[in-house]
Structure formats: C-alpha cells, structure tokens
C-alpha cells in the first residue's frame, strides 16, 4: 500500500495517527487518545484526525493540540447531533475495536488509514465523497482527479511585445555568458600546480571525483557555486568548499565538502558562512549531512572575521550538536590534512571515517609541536589513521583507502533506520510552452516586464493553473499548480505590490498555510514606489503600507516549505513580502538577470542630502553612485555573498524547483522521534 501523503488539511506531511469517535462506550477513549497524550508525534507525521463530538471538544483537542504543536489537528467533521447516527456509532465501534491498540509504526499508520477508510465506504455509504479526508486518495488519483481540470494558461506571445522578447533575450544571452565563464573558473579550483600538488603529492582524490563515489547518481543540486567570487580580499573559488544536496542508498543529504586545492581547505569568511547555510538547509529540511573534511583550518590572516562572533566559525560546531539533538544524523570522512577547526568538525559529528596515510587530525601540526616543544614528530604520530583510531577514539571506522571510505558512509546511512517509501514516479505533464522561451521572457529591467503567465505557462504542468482571486489585486498572481506532480501554491509579482495585490497575498500564504502546500514565490519587485503628491495618494501609500505589511507577517508566519526564485527585481520593502532571504525561504534562487538593491540604481535622478544644510551632492557623486549600485545590484555579486542559494537558468528552474520539493519532503518520513541530546563522542 502506497504511504499517504497529505495529512487532513492536504498538506504535505504524512498520514492520519488515529482517530477517536462519537458515542463511544465508557473507557475507550482512552486506547486512541491516551496513546496520543501519551507519547509525543513521530516528525514525518502529518496529523491526527479526530473523529466525533467527544473527541473534537474541550480539554481533550486542546491538550493534544498544545502537546503535538506543529502537527495539524482537526476534526474531521464538525460534531453535530445528527451525525449521531446508528451508523456512526457502529462504525465507531468497529474502528476502536479493531484498533484500539494505538501504535507509532508507520506500517500501521498506513494500515490503519486505509482501513478506516474501507470501514468508512463500507458502513457509512451514503457519506458524500468530500466528507472522506483527501489523504485517503492516491497520490496518482489526485493528479488526475484535480490537475487535468485546472485551466490551461495561454502562453502565447503578443506579437507587440516581441521587441520586449527580443531585447530580453539579448540580455539573458549575455548573462548567461558570464555565468558560464565563472563556472569554467570554479571548476578550476584553486589552479593547476594545487591540483596537482593535491593528486600527486598528497595522492588524494579531487571534491568532485569523492563525490561521484559517494553518491547513488549524478542528481545533485549544487548550492551557491560562485560564492567568494570579487571579494574585498579576492577571489575563493566556490568559497573553498563545495556543498549541495545528493541522494546516497536513496537518502537526501546534505554535503560540506573543502576542497583542499583552494589555500589546503582553510577557511575564509566566506566558508563559514557557506557551510553555516549548508547545515541550515539541513536544519530546515531534516537532511542527514555528510561532511568530507580536509581543511587546515582557519585562513590565518583573517582570523579576526572568523573566530569570535556569533555566526563565525564556531557556529559550525555548535550547529553539530543541535542537528543532532535534534535527531539529524552527521557522519564525517576525515580525507585530508585537518587541523584546528577543521579537527573539530569530525571530532564533532555522529560517525567518522579516517583515511589511512590521507587523513590526519590535530589542533597544532608538526612545525607548531617543533617550535614549541623541540620535538620532531611525524603527521602519521601525531595525528594518524591509526592514531586516532586505536588511541584517541576521535575517529569510529579507519578506512584503507577512499574508496573504502565511502563505501563505509554508505554503510553507516544504511544503518540510520529511515523507512523510505518505495520509488514513487508520479506522473505528470510538461508544460505546453518552451522552457527555452524564458530567456526571452526574464525581464532584463522592470520596464521590460512581460505579463507573468507567460512565465508560469512555461514551468508548471500542462501548463494548468487553478488561479486564486482572479479579478482581484491583478498586480500578483496566486493559484495553485503542479511541478513534476508536485502540488505548489503560486505567489507572482506582476506589477507593484499594492494594497489589493497585498492583502490578495496574505489571503492566498495563509490558505496554503493552512492546506499544508509548499509556496514557490516568484519574485520580480518594483523598484521603487512613486512619492505621494497628495493627501489622497499619502493615504493610499498608508492603506498600502499596512497591507503589505500583512502580507510579511503572513508570509513569515506560514507554517509550510517556501521556494523563492527571483526572476527579474529583487528591490526595497516588497521583497520581503515576497519571501526574501530575511523572510527564511527554505531555498532562494535567482536568475541570472536578476538584479538584487534596495533601489534601482536608474531610478535614482539626485545624490540623496545627508545633512540639514542645502549642500546637495555634485553630478560626479551622483555618477558614482549609480555605478556602485549598479555593480552591487547583479545577481553574481549577490550569489558571491551568498545573499541567495545560487544562480539557476531560466530553463532549468522547473526542474530545480521539482527537486527542491522532492528534497522537501523526504522529513515525513524520518521515522526517528525528538531527543533533546546530541551524540556524544566519549
Ligand atoms: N592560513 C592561511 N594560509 C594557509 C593556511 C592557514 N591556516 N594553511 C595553509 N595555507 C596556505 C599556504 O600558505 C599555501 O599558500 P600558497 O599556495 O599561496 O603557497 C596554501 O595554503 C597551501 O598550503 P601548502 O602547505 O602548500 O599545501 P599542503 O597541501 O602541503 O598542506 C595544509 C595544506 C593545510 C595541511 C598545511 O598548509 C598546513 O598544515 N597549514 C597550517 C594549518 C594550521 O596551522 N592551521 C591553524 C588554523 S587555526
């Protein structure tokens, strides 16, 4: 039997936990509910159907609401006295009777669910079919049953806007050019004499090769590559560490990789703040994270931005033992030289494999022990394979070779326990329209925004949207639609953001909130607002003000997955309420067009006064401006800082999107429950 998908509410999140009746006799209320007060929810549960007067009053929902706080609980149908029936009540019987042993195994969910459904056609026929929960139906059937009727969009393109397309993909081309040069660079690491003192010499494998051997296939979702790229202090290619997503033994993971050809792995600034993300997205998404170590450690001569504060280096080592706490598995291959923090890192996670003759560990080298005890000792003595395998217990596996290695880590995921779902393919529809056509369609400023659906008809599933508030608020489109089968709620700028486009926003987050269904926010903002020129237009930017503001508190609130994909401007007080990076997105990505500044470098016509006095800055200040947020406001230097989680091709982004969703989901089934202790290392 296939494992539901949708809690009650339709969200995504796993199936039903029980249910408790009407009109049961004396005490047995007590065999479902007890079991549910008794033991806190398992993460990949979605909810707990409760079924009856009785169950859906007073003390008892709000006690297990307080207790199981981030899963849905609901009734199923409201309690009313003529549902009181015969029928119910036998049904009731029945259900209790045969399951009155409450039980976590997913197994049994399952069983549980699609019985009470059997049950429930059986004995109570003349229920209508919405009255059933929609997780009893199949994934498949859902599609089927909802996507085929969605209204398909019409993506055609007005001949009047084709100079708009034209120009737009002029523009696009050239982007793209310079996103494929820098990749060139990253895939050059730190140059050629590194790599070949790190192949030759230290006889170790290249980040990219260890992670062919980990991973089940070639789909991995790298994030931010052309982070550290134009920095105040140079160039750091990909920040020094790869991280991304792959499956290994079908399992989602998080990777933090150094890549040691870059100045031995040391970390920068930059570094710090790439992995601090990389565990975030594992935090947030519930992924196991494998860590390949081979790091020297801190990069010396910026210490100062690396060591003290609060999301410095330390951070890394601090989020380790939450992410455990928090029942988030981390397994370290120590497969280079690693000293310092980077001795921390394995030291700190769950499991660690250590490399014979590659991998070593210590918080000060040889040279270090030389200067400051007299004594000459060898790497391998001091902080070996061996060493730390037979001696200090830092490391649980020693490994032969890299390839043993990673077999090793395949073989500790294999013993984490997760109960996947067998491969499910859903089946779903291509969009009508060309994904190439996006390049044309990415506006290449605001002024050459074409209208959104003709971007939505070239992502989503047959191109069928059920849209939300059509006629209202037309400045942002919302509805729902598929992506490779996945059902996502859409919230698209399509103008400015005005005060029915916003309230119209806050409505459709919190319907989706409420449904469980992951948001995609497709965010191109208006530059800049026009100032008021009377008190009508003054009280129309109040009226807008608060609206918008509704809409950040809705969207920050919403309990579900978000994606944001900045498809043209990323400016001002509106990319908040369109899930910015401050807004916590669980990824956000930017097409290469994007352009990313509180204002819009060509919407500014003074130098702004700093001062009371009527000293106006001159042209040549004005000009330099413009050329500084100019330069500041493209998505590389963005993506460089990793103010987003990387840069996607208009006509991957469907794919990347579908993904994401795919990767979203794999925490419903995690089967392990809350622990407040990390794993300690004794
Ligand atoms: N800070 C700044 N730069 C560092 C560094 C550090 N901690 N560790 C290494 N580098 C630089 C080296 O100066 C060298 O730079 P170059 O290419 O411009 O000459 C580059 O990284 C590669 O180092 P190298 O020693 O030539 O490579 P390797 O592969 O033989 O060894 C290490 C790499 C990391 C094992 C080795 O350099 C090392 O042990 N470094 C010291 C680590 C340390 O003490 N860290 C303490 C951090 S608190």
């Not at 609401?65 to 609980?73: F, G, Y």
């Not at 009893?136 to 009727?149: C, D, E, I, P």
């Not at 992670?211 to 202090?233: I, K, N, V, W």
């Not at 040549?620 to 987003?644: C, I, M, P």
Request: proline residues 6%; neutral net charge.
């Amino acid at each position: 039997m296939a494992p539901p998908s949708e809690d009650p509410a339709g969200r995504p999140g796993g199936g039903i936990l029980a249910v408790t009746g009407v009109g049961r006799p004396r005490g047995d209320p007590g065999a479902v509910l007890s079991g549910l007060l008794a033991q806190p929810p398992a993460p990949g549960a979605g909810g707990v159907a409760l079924w009856g007067s009785r169950a859906c009053r007073g003390s008892s929902l709000g006690r297990l609401r307080a207790m199981w706080n981030n899963i849905t609980v609901c009734s199923l149908w409201r309690p009313s006295p003529s549902f009181m029936s015969s029928r119910i009540q036998t049904l009731t019987r029945l259900f209790i009777r045969n399951y009155k042993d409450f039980c976590k195994d997913r197994q049994t969910i399952w069983t549980l669910q699609n019985s009470l459904c059997q049950v429930m056609k059986k004995t109570v026929p003349t229920l209508k079919c919405n009255m059933f929960p929609r997780c009893f139906v199949s994934n498949k059937a859902r599609y089927g049953q909802y996507t085929k009727t969605f209204p398909v969009l019409d993506g055609s393109i007005p001949s009047v806007c084709e100079h708009v397309f034209e120009e737009n993909l002029r523009n696009s081309e050239a982007c793209i050019q310079r996103y494929s040069e820098l990749l060139c660079k990253v895939s050059k690491g730190g140059g050629e004499n590194a790599i070949l003192r790190h192949t030759q010499r230290n006889k170790k494998l290249l980040v990219r090769e260890r992670l062919r051997m980990l991973l089940d296939d070639e789909t991995f979702l790298e994030l931010s590559p052309f982070a550290g790229f134009d920095l105040p202090y140079g160039d750091v290619p990909a920040a020094g560490c790869l991280t991304g997503i792959g499956k290994i033994c079908g399992i989602w993971c998080v990777f933090i990789a150094n890549d040691a050809t870059i100045k031995g792995g040391t970390i920068y600034p930059i570094s710090v703040k790439k992995q601090l993300r990389a565990q975030q997205i594992a935090i947030q998404n519930r992924l196991l994270s494998v860590y390949l170590v081979d790091s020297g450690g801190a990069f010396l001569p910026l210490q100062a931005e690396l060591f003290p504060d609060e999301s410095h280096g330390g951070r890394i080592f601090y989020n380790e033992a939450i992410m455990s706490a928090m029942k988030i598995p981390q397994v370290a291959v120590v497969c280079g030289s690693c000293t310092a923090g980077g001795a921390y890192l394995p030291t700190m996670a769950e499991e660690t494999v250590i490399i014979d003759k590659i991998g070593t560990m210590f918080l000060a080298g040889p040279p270090l022990v030389k200067a400051a005890t007299g004594e000459d000792i060898s790497s391998e003595d001091l902080g070996g394979a061996r060493m730390h395998s037979k001696v200090s217990g830092c490391v649980d596996h020693f490994a032969s070779s890299e390839k043993e290695a990673y077999e090793c880590v395949r073989n500790i995921i294999l013993t984490l326990n997760y109960e996947l779902p067998p491969e499910e393919t859903l089946e779903y529809d291509d969009p009508l329209y060309s994904a190439e056509e996006l390049l044309g369609l990415a506006p290449r400023g605001y002024s050459y925004t074409l209208h959104i659906k003709l971007i939505l008809s070239r992502l989503i599933d047959g191109s069928r949207f059920q849209e939300f508030k059509a006629e209202y608020g037309t400045t942002l489109v919302t509805g729902f639609a598929h992506m490779e089968g996945h059902l996502v709620g859409i919230v698209a700028n399509n103008g400015e953001l005005t005060h029915d486009a916003s309230l119209k926003g806050s409505h459709f987050v919190q319907l989706c909130s409420q449904r469980c269904v992951p948001i995609l926010f497709l965010q191109n903002t208006a530059p800049h607002a026009p100032e008021p020129t009377s008190l009508s237009q003054a009280e129309d930017h109040t009226n807008r003000l608060k609206a918008q503001a509704s809409m950040m508190a809705a969207v920050a609130c919403a309990g579900v997955p978000k994606i944001t994909l900045v498809i043209g401007g990323c400016y001002g007080n509106e990319s908040y309420a369109m899930c910015g990076r401050s807004f916590d997105p669980n990824f956000l990505f930017l097409w290469p067009n994007a352009r990313v500044a509180l204002v819009d470098s060509r919407h500014i016509s003074t130098f702004p006064q700093a001062r009371d006095d009527d000293c106006i800055g001159d042209d040549s200040e004005l000009k330099h401006l413009k050329e500084k947020l100019d330069e500041e406001s493209s998505a590389f230097h963005s993506s460089a800082r990793l103010w987003d989680d990387g840069i996607i091709l208009p006509q991957n982004s469907r794919k990347v999107i579908a993904q994401c969703l795919t990767i979203m989901k794999q925490q419903k089934y995690q089967i392990a429950s809350l622990q407040r202790y990390p794993v300690i290392r004794l």
